[in-house]
């Protein structure tokens, strides 16, 4: 269960969680950060820092509301409450707590009494280092990113958990619900106070509790405070070093070089890796480590307090020097003891290799290109690139990448202007790429657009004949109006008559009560498009001769002429002067198709057009099917550009969709491509001379990826099909970048 997590289409990608969180457990998907549970600590920075309030936290006030007034129900208060209720005196605020409901008000100070004793008494046996377990946040972020401190940390209930456990045994008939400024108590509870705590409520929970009943609206909430003696200590929990000062206040267990204080979420990060490094080498200078992510309980997530940290310590002083020691009187052996649990579930690391292609996509070709902006959430490019291999960042979540690409949309609207002096915002489809071919049919496009003269358009199956036909009609004064393409091949005859021309009532066994108009008809202002029309029968011919030839048309079964409004055009795979010669296609309708003709050339003569095409069809079918984008490498990119794609750009297309389905990370490597494209690989090897050496290396990079394509990137399978030991494959792969 996830204690944080966003609300969908309430993100406005600022990426401020992604910068603050800890632990990187912010995954952005479709431009919203969502929360990754498993990764997530819920230490509730994320919900601190969003402007958008589109993060939220579990709530358990509706349950709380449920057993107030009806059922006995025990606060469980947190000793940093002063900070947050300053303005209230501790006598007033616990009357408040009586108001609303709560039968008994015990703090978590009897928690700190409980583990005190258990604490010392490890210490007082562990030579080795110990690092406290109070703080469920830190817990959490060594469960999850530094395993290897697990045995360090004190198997000792936190101060909650230990308090819940007395206050179970002393009301056994109540509810107990902790209220304090964590979120990450939420979680705690979900993992070990079972059976312990009901429910657990924030200190901003809590306010609007009061405030929805009317309480302290009228209250003065100036600052006042008074700094004299202190009278007890566990009060001074919630303040940095509050453990150490509760656990050793006459430095009898440790020296002062000895105890690490620590507080902050960059310090606590910062502190455990140096600590992990320092395990590793050897002994460490610290005996006992106490750590806050936060910097001391008053700097809680849901504080919910407008002081500095230095009047909430104020406020935590002042009620400690009013506050006598807790009395726990009598009470049966706690069972205090906890278990830790190994969450450590590491990312994959990509290659230099590949953090360089991801660099490569948003235009980081060169070190100086790197600026490190920082608007992506991540300090460094490098570490953005990571993400992005990791599946936690998209790939074009880069501002200065953005900008730069929106000077490439517009650079695009300007050669649309120059081809029709006016921008149609609504049109979508156009011809992409750069080779000669392209730019051609572009230029084309804008002369057909300027007439209603017929036009065939030639071409192989899936070179795009029909988007050619779709560019120029939003190009031309029709616009506005529907384009209907209609294949001549899907229907038998008859039906693609009626399709065609329409009917009237009765025409016909099974036609429709008050006829139906035909494509003819609804396409009126606008184009129609007649798809593989070189399949058409003879006789369908002369119908559509006469049409052309008339302008006028009746439906099956009617005598009414109508008037054809709509712009011909047909497009076909076929040869039409070979069909002509053979008497299969008419002579006559051939000419009057044939006003305007276009031939759009096959993919494999328009090789240069491969790149633009695949990364635009990445971005369409991301945004169209609602699934990650992806980037290819470099490799590849240029496995594609060799292979003659004999379905055209149907089949590149139908090629980039299969790749975004099937291949896991966010780039698109060569060994992830299909078998039927081996031979692209094989005989992609250079032929040109050069150095034996470098020859050498790119042969062995080739056959390292002809090997790791054929077997499915099994490493193992792949070192077996090269007659090569295991150990010597892996140095290989480190060699030439496949691995770090």
Request: glycine share 6%; net charge neutral; charged share 25%.
């Amino acid at each position: 269960m996830s204690v944080v997590s966003t609300i969908e289409d309430q993100c406005k990608a600022c990426y401020s969680c992604v910068r603050n969180c800890p632990v990187n457990a912010i995954k952005v998907e479709l431009g919203q950060s969502k929360v990754v549970e498993e990764r997530c600590i819920s230490c509730g920075n994320c919900v601190r820092v969003c402007s958008q309030n589109a993060k939220q936290i579990v709530s358990y006030v509706e349950e709380t509301e449920k057993f107030l007034g009806q059922e006995k129900v025990v606060a469980l208060l947190a000793p940093s409450f002063p900070a947050s209720f300053y303005y209230l005196e501790p006598k007033e605020f616990f009357d408040t707590l009586k108001k609303i409901g709560f039968t008994d008000i015990l703090e978590v100070t009897h928690g700190i009494e409980l583990t005190v004793p258990a604490y010392q008494e490890f210490l007082a046996t562990n030579p080795d280092v110990a690092i406290s377990s109070f703080c469920p946040a830190i817990v959490g972020m060594i469960e999850r990113q530094f395993p290897s401190l697990l045995p360090y940390l004190v198997p000792v209930d936190s101060a909650v958990i230990a308090a819940a456990k007395y206050a179970s045994w002393k009301y056994p008939e109540a509810k107990i619900v902790f209220i304090g400024p964590c979120i990450a108590k939420k979680q705690e509870m979900i993992e070990f106070g079972t059976g312990f705590l009901d429910g657990v409520l924030t200190y901003k929970e809590l306010k609007i509790m009061f405030e929805s009943r009317g309480l302290h609206k009228q209250q003065d909430r100036s600052y006042k405070a008074v700094l004299e003696g202190i009278s007890s200590s566990p009060p001074l929990f919630p303040i940095s070093g509050g453990l150490t000062r509760n656990l050793d206040p006459n430095g009898v267990l440790f020296g002062e070089d000895e105890i690490a204080v620590v507080d902050g979420k960059e310090e606590s990060v910062l502190f455990l890796q140096n600590l992990t490094n320092e395990l590793k080498n050897g002994k460490s200078q610290f005996r006992f480590v106490d750590i806050l992510l936060c910097k001391g309980c008053i700097d809680g997530p849901e504080m919910d307090s407008p002081l500095d940290l230095f009047s909430r310590k104020r406020c935590i002083l002042k009620y400690a020097q009013s506050k006598d020691k807790d009395n726990l009187g009598t009470y049966p052996p706690f069972n205090l003891s906890r278990h830790f649990t190994n969450r450590y579930n590491p990312l994959p690391e990509p290659t230099s290799v590949e953090i360089k292609e991801i660099l490569h996509f948003t235009n980081k070709i060169k070190p100086e290109d790197e600026l490190n902006c920082g608007s992506c959430g991540y300090n460094t490019c490098q570490q953005k690139a990571v993400a992005v291999f990791q599946g936690l960042a998209e790939i074009d979540m880069c501002l200065p990448y953005l900008v730069e690409k929106s000077r490439g949309e517009l650079e695009r609207y300007k050669e649309r202007l120059e081809f029709k002096k006016i921008y149609f915002k609504d049109s979508e489809q156009f011809l992409i790429g750069e080779s000669q071919s392209t730019k051609e049919l572009r230029r084309l496009a804008v002369q057909a657009s300027r007439n209603d003269a017929n036009v065939l358009i030639l071409g192989e199956s899936g070179v795009g004949k029909e988007v050619f036909a779709h560019f120029t009609h939003f190009l031309s004064k029709r616009r506005n109006n529907p384009f209907i393409g209609i294949n001549c091949t899907a229907l038998p005859e008859p039906l693609l008559e009626s399709e065609l021309f329409g009917y009237e009532e009765g025409a016909f066994t099974g036609a429709k009560k008050g006829g139906k108009r035909g494509k003819f008809e609804l396409a009126e202002g606008g184009t129609i498009l007649l798809d593989e029309a070189g399949d058409m029968s003879l006789t369908l011919q002369a119908k559509l001769l006469r049409v052309l030839q008339e302008r006028e048309f009746e439906r099956i079964g009617g005598t009414r002429t109508i008037k054809l409004e709509a712009r011909v055009m047909a497009a076909t795979n076929r040869d039409l002067q070979q069909l002509v010669k053979e008497g299969k296609f008419r002579a006559d309708l051939y000419y009057r198709l044939n006003v305007i003709n276009i031939y759009i050339d096959s993919l494999k003569t328009r090789k240069d057009d491969i790149p633009q095409l695949a990364i635009s069809f990445l971005h369409k079918i991301s945004q169209t099917k609602k699934i990650l984008p992806k980037i290819l490498s470099e490799e590849a990119l240029n496995c594609l550009i060799q292979y003659n794609w004999p379905g055209n750009v149907r089949e590149l297309e139908n090629m980039i969709e299969r790749l975004l389905y099937t291949v896991e990370g966010n780039v698109i490597q060569v060994y992830h491509l299909p078998k039927f494209l081996n031979k692209v690989v094989e005989n992609s090897l250079v032929s040109k001379m050069q150095p034996l050496k470098t020859a050498v290396q790119d042969l062995e990079k080739k056959m390292i990826t002809q090997a790791l394509l054929t077997t499915g990137n099994n490493r193992a399978s792949a070192a077996n099909c090269l007659g090569i030991p295991r150990a010597t494959f892996y140095l290989k792969l480190k060699e030439y970048g496949f691995i770090n």
